[in-house]
């Protein structure tokens, strides 16, 4: 059988229509706190998928001009980024421009962890690495439901990357929030990643082809945020840029 990954959006999207639908409301895993207009969670043959669907009211309420690229397609594009520079998120496939499905893990995200079972542990390359990819993505919605916590291997997971990529910088992450505050030795200690050094060493083509983004004024900031991570070694430099830039 293929693999999961290789699968074309019209192939899992035939797995979801046949799949079964299964009650998110009542289920362990219900959104923290979903915003998109349509979610719904299926049971199907591959394993369970997550389908979401954008609305015209999400776009307005994330100011973000959908001609310029809609939620879905950043959700995707920053999946497409992730994926190249190997950071690990839900696989995910853009099925039309308001509609995503992506592979749902069977761990909680940050906010239900620490509600309801225990305290987060960080690791500090995991941390520099989702970091980096915020920084770059313009991510302005990092709060704790938009990361997952493997409680297993004690690392973050980004999902619901889509309101980035916009004209201005992205907003302090709540993951580097809780981060500083541990203050330890890997707060300053350099940094040096697969993942980093794959960031690094994007060309400005390799990065406009992964995330092709139609406004001018938000192709030069995505460039501009580039640029801007080439002086960064160490975690309490991500969040000083952050700060700069307020
Ligand atoms: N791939 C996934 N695996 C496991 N849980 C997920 C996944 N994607 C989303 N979730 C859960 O569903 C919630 C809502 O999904 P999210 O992508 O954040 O949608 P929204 O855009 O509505 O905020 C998340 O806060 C998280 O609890
Ligand atoms: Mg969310």
Same mark, same amino acid.
């Given at each position: 059988?293929? *693999?999961?990954?290789?699968?074309?959006?019209?192939?899992?999207?035939? &797995?979801?229509?046949?799949?079964?639908?299964?009650?998110? /409301? @009542?289920? %362990?895993?219900?959104?923290?706190?979903?915003?998109?207009?349509?979610?719904?969670?299926?049971?199907?043959?591959?394993? +369970?998928?997550? !389908?979401?669907?954008?609305?015209?009211?999400? &776009?307005?309420?994330?100011?973000?001009? $959908? +001609?310029?690229?809609? %939620?879905? $397609?950043?959700?995707?594009?920053?999946?497409?980024?992730?994926?190249?520079?190997?950071?690990?998120?839900?696989?995910?496939?853009?099925?039309?421009? *308001?509609?995503?499905?992506?592979?749902?893990?069977?761990?909680?995200?940050? &906010?239900?962890?620490?509600?309801?079972?225990?305290?987060?542990?960080?690791? /500090?390359?995991?941390?520099?690495?989702?970091? =980096?990819?915020?920084?770059?993505?313009?991510?302005?919605?990092?709060?704790?439901?938009?990361? %997952?916590?493997?409680?297993?291997?004690? #690392?973050?997971?980004?999902?619901?990357? /889509?309101?980035? =990529?916009?004209?201005?910088?992205?907003?302090?992450?709540?993951?580097?929030? #809780?981060? $500083? !505050?541990?203050?330890?030795?890997?707060?300053? #200690?350099?940094?040096? @990643?697969?993942?980093?050094? #794959?960031? =690094?060493?994007?060309?400005?083509?390799?990065? $406009?082809?992964?995330?092709?983004?139609?406004? %001018?004024?938000?192709?030069? /900031?995505?460039?501009?945020? &580039?640029?801007?991570? +080439?002086?960064?070694?160490?975690? +309490?430099?991500?969040?000083?840029?952050?700060?700069?830039?307020?």
């Amino acid at each position: 059988m293929k *693999n999961i990954k290789d699968l074309s959006p019209k192939q899992i999207n035939q &797995h979801v229509k046949i799949g079964t639908k299964l009650p998110l /409301a @009542t289920s %362990l895993h219900y959104p923290s706190r979903g915003q998109t207009a349509i979610q719904e969670l299926y049971l199907t043959k591959i394993g +369970k998928l997550f !389908l979401k669907k954008t609305s015209k009211r999400n &776009h307005q309420d994330c100011q973000v001009n $959908e +001609k310029n690229g809609s %939620l879905a $397609e950043r959700e995707y594009w920053c999946f497409c980024l992730a994926r190249y520079i190997g950071l690990n998120t839900p696989p995910l496939w853009l099925i039309d421009k *308001n509609t995503t499905i992506q592979i749902w893990f069977n761990i909680p995200d940050a &906010h239900i962890y620490t509600s309801s079972h225990g305290k987060m542990f960080f690791l /500090a390359e995991n941390i520099y690495n989702c970091a =980096l990819f915020d920084w770059l993505t313009g991510q302005i919605d990092r709060h704790n439901a938009n990361y %997952l916590y493997d409680y297993i291997n004690k #690392k973050i997971i980004l999902i619901d990357s /889509a309101h980035s =990529l916009l004209k201005h910088t992205g907003s302090l992450p709540d993951y580097l929030e #809780k981060f $500083e !505050l541990i203050n330890d030795s890997d707060f300053s #200690k350099k940094q040096q @990643t697969i993942v980093s050094k #794959k960031l =690094l060493s994007l060309s400005k083509n390799k990065l $406009e082809q992964l995330i092709p983004l139609k406004d %001018l004024s938000e192709k030069k /900031a995505l460039l501009w945020r &580039h640029n801007q991570i +080439k002086q960064i070694n160490t975690i +309490k430099d991500i969040i000083e840029l952050y700060r700069r830039n307020k």
